[in-house]
Protein backbone atom coordinates (compact mmCIF):
# COMPACT_ATOMS: atom_id res chain seq x y z
CA UNK A 1 0.00 0.00 0.00
CA UNK A 2 1.41 3.29 -0.90
CA UNK A 3 1.51 5.32 2.15
CA UNK A 4 0.79 8.37 1.13
CA UNK A 5 -3.06 6.91 1.30
CA UNK A 6 -2.64 7.38 4.61
CA UNK A 7 -1.69 11.15 4.81
CA UNK A 8 -5.47 13.35 5.14
CA UNK A 9 -3.46 16.60 4.37
CA UNK A 10 -4.74 18.22 7.32
CA UNK A 11 -3.93 18.85 10.83
CA UNK A 12 -6.68 17.56 13.13
CA UNK A 13 -7.82 19.27 15.81
CA UNK A 14 -7.43 17.56 19.20
CA UNK A 15 -9.22 17.15 22.72
CA UNK A 16 -7.16 17.64 25.64
CA UNK A 17 -9.68 16.54 28.10
CA UNK A 18 -12.45 14.19 28.71
CA UNK A 19 -16.33 15.49 27.38
CA UNK A 20 -17.05 16.42 31.38
CA UNK A 21 -14.28 18.82 31.50
CA UNK A 22 -15.41 20.38 28.46
CA UNK A 23 -18.67 21.44 29.59
CA UNK A 24 -20.42 18.82 27.68
CA UNK A 25 -22.36 15.07 28.95
CA UNK A 26 -20.40 11.99 28.95
CA UNK A 27 -22.75 11.51 25.71
CA UNK A 28 -22.74 14.86 24.55
CA UNK A 29 -20.13 14.72 22.21
CA UNK A 30 -20.48 15.14 18.65
CA UNK A 31 -21.30 12.58 15.52
CA UNK A 32 -20.16 12.57 12.79
CA UNK A 33 -22.75 10.35 9.90
CA UNK A 34 -21.07 9.17 7.29
CA UNK A 35 -23.32 7.43 4.54
CA UNK A 36 -20.86 5.71 2.59
CA UNK A 37 -23.30 4.55 -0.36
CA UNK A 38 -25.06 7.78 -0.77
CA UNK A 39 -21.56 10.19 -0.10
CA UNK A 40 -23.33 11.97 2.90
CA UNK A 41 -21.60 13.58 5.85
CA UNK A 42 -24.50 15.05 8.43
CA UNK A 43 -23.53 16.57 11.54
CA UNK A 44 -25.34 14.85 14.98
CA UNK A 45 -24.32 14.07 18.64
CA UNK A 46 -24.09 10.64 20.66
CA UNK A 47 -26.68 10.68 22.15
CA UNK A 48 -29.04 11.14 18.93
CA UNK A 49 -27.55 7.64 17.58
CA UNK A 50 -30.72 5.82 18.30
CA UNK A 51 -32.41 7.78 15.21
CA UNK A 52 -29.65 6.53 12.84
CA UNK A 53 -30.02 2.57 13.31
CA UNK A 54 -33.25 0.56 12.81
CA UNK A 55 -34.69 -1.77 15.00
CA UNK A 56 -32.79 -4.98 14.49
CA UNK A 57 -29.25 -4.03 13.73
CA UNK A 58 -26.98 -4.45 16.65
CA UNK A 59 -23.77 -3.34 18.10
CA UNK A 60 -20.97 -5.16 19.14
CA UNK A 61 -18.54 -4.09 21.94
CA UNK A 62 -15.61 -4.76 23.50
CA UNK A 63 -15.74 -5.10 27.20
CA UNK A 64 -12.24 -4.80 27.69
CA UNK A 65 -10.93 -2.27 30.50
CA UNK A 66 -8.26 -0.02 30.38
CA UNK A 67 -5.37 -1.15 32.99
CA UNK A 68 -2.36 1.64 34.03
CA UNK A 69 0.42 0.39 31.50
CA UNK A 70 2.31 4.25 31.96
CA UNK A 71 5.33 3.19 34.68
CA UNK A 72 8.22 4.70 35.99
CA UNK A 73 11.73 2.94 34.81
CA UNK A 74 14.70 3.13 34.64
CA UNK A 75 18.06 1.16 32.98
CA UNK A 76 21.85 1.87 32.33
CA UNK A 77 21.33 4.86 30.18
CA UNK A 78 18.70 6.59 33.03
CA UNK A 79 15.65 7.06 33.76
CA UNK A 80 12.33 7.22 31.55
CA UNK A 81 8.64 6.62 30.86
CA UNK A 82 7.67 2.70 29.71
CA UNK A 83 4.61 2.23 27.85
CA UNK A 84 3.29 -1.85 28.29
CA UNK A 85 2.28 -2.28 25.08
CA UNK A 86 1.01 -6.42 25.42
CA UNK A 87 1.58 -9.34 28.18
CA UNK A 88 2.91 -12.00 25.70
CA UNK A 89 3.22 -14.56 28.74
CA UNK A 90 4.19 -15.37 31.48
CA UNK A 91 7.59 -13.48 32.35
CA UNK A 92 7.18 -12.05 28.84
CA UNK A 93 6.57 -8.22 27.97
CA UNK A 94 6.34 -6.35 25.22
CA UNK A 95 7.44 -2.42 26.25
CA UNK A 96 7.86 0.94 24.67
CA UNK A 97 10.22 3.75 25.71
CA UNK A 98 8.70 7.36 26.08
CA UNK A 99 10.42 10.53 27.09
CA UNK A 100 9.21 11.94 30.58
CA UNK A 101 7.09 14.14 28.99
CA UNK A 102 5.56 11.29 27.06
CA UNK A 103 7.30 12.00 23.85
CA UNK A 104 8.56 8.95 21.74
CA UNK A 105 12.05 7.61 22.35
CA UNK A 106 14.24 6.27 19.78
CA UNK A 107 17.36 5.46 22.40
CA UNK A 108 18.14 1.82 21.69
CA UNK A 109 18.18 -0.79 24.61
CA UNK A 110 21.28 -2.77 25.30
CA UNK A 111 20.55 -6.41 24.57
CA UNK A 112 20.53 -7.78 27.80
CA UNK A 113 20.18 -4.31 29.72
CA UNK A 114 17.86 -4.23 33.01
CA UNK A 115 14.80 -2.51 32.83
CA UNK A 116 13.95 -1.76 36.56
CA UNK A 117 10.20 -0.59 37.61
CA UNK A 118 10.15 1.56 39.94
CA UNK A 119 7.36 3.71 41.95
CA UNK A 120 7.02 7.72 43.12
CA UNK A 121 9.44 7.66 45.28
CA UNK A 122 12.07 5.18 43.22
CA UNK A 123 11.55 2.17 45.03
CA UNK A 124 12.02 -0.42 43.29
CA UNK A 125 8.94 -2.64 42.02
CA UNK A 126 10.27 -4.88 39.84
CA UNK A 127 13.37 -5.87 37.16
CA UNK A 128 13.04 -7.38 33.89
CA UNK A 129 16.03 -8.30 30.75
CA UNK A 130 16.16 -6.77 27.46
CA UNK A 131 15.66 -9.58 25.39
CA UNK A 132 15.64 -7.89 21.85
CA UNK A 133 13.78 -5.40 19.75
CA UNK A 134 10.19 -6.60 18.36
CA UNK A 135 10.54 -5.50 14.65
CA UNK A 136 13.24 -3.08 13.19
CA UNK A 137 10.99 -0.15 12.49
CA UNK A 138 9.77 -0.34 16.35
CA UNK A 139 10.30 1.50 19.32
CA UNK A 140 9.00 -1.42 21.06
CA UNK A 141 11.16 -3.82 22.87
CA UNK A 142 10.74 -7.42 24.61
CA UNK A 143 11.74 -8.18 28.03
CA UNK A 144 11.92 -10.98 29.91
CA UNK A 145 10.21 -10.04 33.58
CA UNK A 146 10.77 -11.26 37.11
CA UNK A 147 7.45 -10.39 37.83
CA UNK A 148 4.21 -10.28 35.64
CA UNK A 149 4.56 -6.63 34.46
CA UNK A 150 0.59 -6.06 33.70
CA UNK A 151 -0.42 -7.17 37.10
CA UNK A 152 2.42 -4.93 38.19
CA UNK A 153 0.81 -1.75 36.56
CA UNK A 154 -2.80 -2.99 38.02
CA UNK A 155 -1.37 -1.52 41.57
CA UNK A 156 1.61 1.08 40.35
CA UNK A 157 0.56 1.93 37.33
CA UNK A 158 -1.42 4.89 35.42
CA UNK A 159 -3.18 5.63 32.09
CA UNK A 160 -1.05 6.00 29.02
CA UNK A 161 -1.23 9.49 27.91
CA UNK A 162 0.32 11.51 25.01
CA UNK A 163 1.14 14.88 24.65
CA UNK A 164 -2.10 16.68 23.95
CA UNK A 165 -3.72 15.68 27.17
CA UNK A 166 -1.90 17.70 29.45
CA UNK A 167 -3.47 16.62 32.44
CA UNK A 168 -3.18 13.43 33.95
CA UNK A 169 -7.02 12.03 34.44
CA UNK A 170 -7.48 9.03 37.22
CA UNK A 171 -8.11 5.64 35.33
CA UNK A 172 -11.99 5.71 36.04
CA UNK A 173 -11.97 8.80 32.96
CA UNK A 174 -10.40 6.44 30.71
CA UNK A 175 -13.34 3.56 31.50
CA UNK A 176 -16.22 2.38 29.73
CA UNK A 177 -19.54 0.85 30.85
CA UNK A 178 -19.02 -1.66 28.82
CA UNK A 179 -15.58 -2.57 30.60
CA UNK A 180 -15.58 -5.36 32.89
CA UNK A 181 -11.96 -7.66 31.62
CA UNK A 182 -8.98 -5.42 32.25
CA UNK A 183 -6.54 -5.89 29.88
CA UNK A 184 -6.26 -3.32 27.70
CA UNK A 185 -3.16 -0.34 27.12
CA UNK A 186 -5.14 2.31 26.22
CA UNK A 187 -8.82 2.59 26.24
CA UNK A 188 -11.05 1.17 23.46
CA UNK A 189 -12.02 4.97 23.15
CA UNK A 190 -15.26 4.07 20.95
CA UNK A 191 -17.22 3.46 23.54
CA UNK A 192 -16.34 5.68 26.49
CA UNK A 193 -19.33 8.26 25.27
CA UNK A 194 -21.92 5.34 25.73
CA UNK A 195 -23.98 6.08 28.53
CA UNK A 196 -26.85 3.17 30.96
CA UNK A 197 -29.29 5.70 29.37
CA UNK A 198 -28.34 5.78 25.91
CA UNK A 199 -27.90 1.98 25.53
CA UNK A 200 -31.27 1.34 26.89
CA UNK A 201 -32.22 3.93 24.27
CA UNK A 202 -30.86 1.63 21.85
CA UNK A 203 -32.94 -1.33 23.25
CA UNK A 204 -35.69 0.25 23.28
CA UNK A 205 -35.05 1.20 19.59
CA UNK A 206 -34.91 -2.40 19.28
CA UNK A 207 -31.11 -2.54 18.54
CA UNK A 208 -29.63 -5.59 19.51
CA UNK A 209 -25.86 -5.43 21.75
CA UNK A 210 -23.23 -8.48 21.49
CA UNK A 211 -20.02 -8.29 23.42
CA UNK A 212 -16.46 -9.65 22.69
CA UNK A 213 -12.93 -8.92 24.15
CA UNK A 214 -9.49 -7.58 22.39
CA UNK A 215 -7.02 -6.41 24.75
CA UNK A 216 -5.82 -3.27 22.63
CA UNK A 217 -2.35 -2.18 22.55
CA UNK A 218 -0.34 0.90 21.70
CA UNK A 219 -1.95 3.05 19.24
CA UNK A 220 1.37 5.38 18.78
CA UNK A 221 2.81 2.94 15.65
CA UNK A 222 2.94 5.60 12.64
CA UNK A 223 3.44 4.09 9.49
CA UNK A 224 6.74 5.27 8.57
CA UNK A 225 7.43 2.81 5.78
CA UNK A 226 4.92 0.26 3.80
CA UNK A 227 2.66 -2.06 4.74
CA UNK A 228 4.90 -4.82 3.94
CA UNK A 229 7.54 -3.72 6.71
CA UNK A 230 4.91 -2.16 9.44
CA UNK A 231 4.74 -3.72 12.75
CA UNK A 232 2.06 -4.86 13.56
CA UNK A 233 1.08 -5.80 17.39
CA UNK A 234 -0.04 -9.01 18.52
CA UNK A 235 -3.44 -8.30 20.13
CA UNK A 236 -5.39 -10.81 22.73
CA UNK A 237 -8.92 -11.54 21.83
CA UNK A 238 -12.03 -13.98 22.52
CA UNK A 239 -14.93 -13.93 20.28
CA UNK A 240 -17.45 -15.84 22.65
CA UNK A 241 -19.98 -18.31 20.78
CA UNK A 242 -23.14 -16.65 21.84
CA UNK A 243 -21.55 -13.39 19.73
CA UNK A 244 -20.58 -15.22 16.74
CA UNK A 245 -23.82 -16.81 16.47
CA UNK A 246 -26.03 -13.25 17.04
CA UNK A 247 -23.63 -11.86 14.51
CA UNK A 248 -24.20 -14.19 11.60
CA UNK A 249 -27.97 -14.46 12.77
CA UNK A 250 -28.07 -10.25 11.99
CA UNK A 251 -26.74 -10.54 8.58
CA UNK A 252 -28.89 -13.79 7.43
CA UNK A 253 -31.70 -11.21 8.71
CA UNK A 254 -30.78 -8.27 6.13
CA UNK A 255 -29.93 -6.29 9.55
CA UNK A 256 -26.80 -3.81 10.22
CA UNK A 257 -23.78 -5.08 12.25
CA UNK A 258 -21.86 -2.30 13.94
CA UNK A 259 -18.71 -2.64 15.51
CA UNK A 260 -18.08 -0.09 18.24
CA UNK A 261 -14.71 0.53 18.06
CA UNK A 262 -11.62 -0.56 15.50
CA UNK A 263 -10.97 -3.25 17.99
CA UNK A 264 -14.04 -4.85 17.76
CA UNK A 265 -13.76 -4.53 13.85
CA UNK A 266 -10.79 -6.36 14.21
CA UNK A 267 -11.59 -9.23 16.52
CA UNK A 268 -14.61 -9.90 14.11
CA UNK A 269 -12.48 -10.12 10.65
CA UNK A 270 -10.11 -12.01 12.42
CA UNK A 271 -12.63 -14.69 13.28
CA UNK A 272 -14.62 -14.36 9.83
CA UNK A 273 -14.90 -17.56 7.80
CA UNK A 274 -14.80 -16.93 4.24
CA UNK A 275 -16.24 -20.91 3.24
CA UNK A 276 -18.99 -20.39 5.42
CA UNK A 277 -19.36 -16.57 4.75
CA UNK A 278 -19.77 -16.27 8.87
CA UNK A 279 -18.14 -15.48 12.15
CA UNK A 280 -16.90 -18.52 14.23
CA UNK A 281 -16.23 -18.02 18.27
CA UNK A 282 -12.70 -18.14 18.82
CA UNK A 283 -9.89 -17.00 20.78
CA UNK A 284 -5.82 -16.29 20.64
CA UNK A 285 -3.86 -13.68 19.49
CA UNK A 286 -4.80 -11.50 16.17
CA UNK A 287 -2.53 -9.06 14.01
CA UNK A 288 -5.00 -8.89 11.11
CA UNK A 289 -5.42 -5.37 9.63
CA UNK A 290 -8.38 -4.10 7.71
CA UNK A 291 -7.25 -2.08 4.72
CA UNK A 292 -8.59 -1.34 1.18
CA UNK A 293 -6.84 -4.41 -0.28
CA UNK A 294 -8.73 -6.45 2.80
CA UNK A 295 -12.16 -4.44 3.16
CA UNK A 296 -14.44 -5.53 6.30
CA UNK A 297 -16.84 -8.94 5.84
CA UNK A 298 -18.39 -9.26 8.71
CA UNK A 299 -18.80 -6.00 9.96
CA UNK A 300 -21.63 -3.41 7.97
CA UNK A 301 -21.01 -0.25 9.86
CA UNK A 302 -18.37 1.17 12.51
CA UNK A 303 -18.85 3.52 15.00
CA UNK A 304 -15.23 5.04 15.43
CA UNK A 305 -12.93 7.76 16.93
CA UNK A 306 -11.77 10.45 14.40
CA UNK A 307 -8.06 9.18 13.52
CA UNK A 308 -4.88 11.06 12.79
CA UNK A 309 -2.41 10.82 10.22
CA UNK A 310 -0.40 7.78 9.14
CA UNK A 311 -1.88 5.20 11.41
CA UNK A 312 -3.37 1.86 10.69
CA UNK A 313 -6.81 2.60 12.24
CA UNK A 314 -7.21 5.40 9.13
CA UNK A 315 -6.25 2.54 6.83
CA UNK A 316 -8.85 0.93 8.43
CA UNK A 317 -11.33 3.56 7.67
CA UNK A 318 -10.93 3.71 3.90
CA UNK A 319 -11.77 0.44 3.59
CA UNK A 320 -14.83 1.42 4.92
CA UNK A 321 -15.51 4.65 3.28
CA UNK A 322 -13.17 5.33 0.57
CA UNK A 323 -10.29 7.90 0.92
CA UNK A 324 -11.14 10.84 -0.91
CA UNK A 325 -15.16 10.52 0.48
CA UNK A 326 -13.12 10.57 4.03
CA UNK A 327 -11.25 13.22 3.88
CA UNK A 328 -13.95 15.29 2.53
CA UNK A 329 -16.03 14.48 5.09
CA UNK A 330 -12.86 15.08 7.79
CA UNK A 331 -12.43 18.56 6.44
CA UNK A 332 -16.12 19.10 6.98
CA UNK A 333 -15.79 17.58 10.23
CA UNK A 334 -12.93 19.85 11.12
CA UNK A 335 -15.14 23.24 9.85
CA UNK A 336 -18.05 21.66 12.49
CA UNK A 337 -16.05 21.66 15.58
CA UNK A 338 -14.85 18.25 15.52
CA UNK A 339 -12.16 16.71 17.86
CA UNK A 340 -9.66 14.29 17.00
CA UNK A 341 -8.27 11.48 19.14
CA UNK A 342 -9.67 9.36 22.22
CA UNK A 343 -11.45 12.08 24.24
CA UNK A 344 -13.02 13.66 21.51
CA UNK A 345 -16.01 13.11 18.93
CA UNK A 346 -16.73 10.01 17.75
CA UNK A 347 -18.06 8.86 13.97
CA UNK A 348 -21.05 6.69 12.57
CA UNK A 349 -19.79 4.81 9.43
CA UNK A 350 -22.82 2.95 8.13
CA UNK A 351 -25.53 3.32 5.09
CA UNK A 352 -29.77 3.13 5.10
CA UNK A 353 -29.38 1.69 2.08
CA UNK A 354 -28.37 -1.88 0.88
CA UNK A 355 -25.79 -0.86 -1.84
CA UNK A 356 -24.72 2.38 -4.05
CA UNK A 357 -27.23 1.97 -6.86
CA UNK A 358 -30.53 1.46 -4.59
CA UNK A 359 -28.48 5.19 -2.60
CA UNK A 360 -28.43 6.58 -6.21
CA UNK A 361 -32.08 6.03 -6.85
CA UNK A 362 -32.77 7.73 -4.06
CA UNK A 363 -31.40 10.97 -4.72
Known amino acids: MDTQLLDLGMAVP ?10 LTQD ?5 ILDHFARTAENASVR ?3 HFLRPGDM ?6 AMIGARLHASCSAGEFVLHLAADLGPGLAL ?3 RGPAGEPDWTPFAAGDWIVLTDREGRELSRGTVAGRFHPQSRLWLVNTQDP ?10 PVRYGYVGHPYPLSDYQSVFGCRPGSSEMPSASRPFTLSLVARLRRRGVEFGSLTLHTSLSSHEVATS ?7 PEWFQVPELTARRVNATRRAGHSVIALGTTVARALETCYDANKAAVAPRSGWTRHLITPEHPPRAVTGLITGLHDNFTSHLALLYAFTGPDFLKAAYRDAASWGYLWHEFGDLCLIHSR ?7 LQAR
Not at 14 to 23: C, I, K, L, S, V
Not at 149 to 158: D, E, K
Not at 353 to 359: K, L, P
Open 28 to 32: GVKLL
Open 14 to 23: QATAPAEYRG
Open 353 to 359: YNNREEA
Open 59 to 64: IVVNDS
Open 227 to 233: WQEHPVI
Open 95 to 97: VER
Open 149 to 158: WYQVAAVSGS
Open 48 to 50: DLP
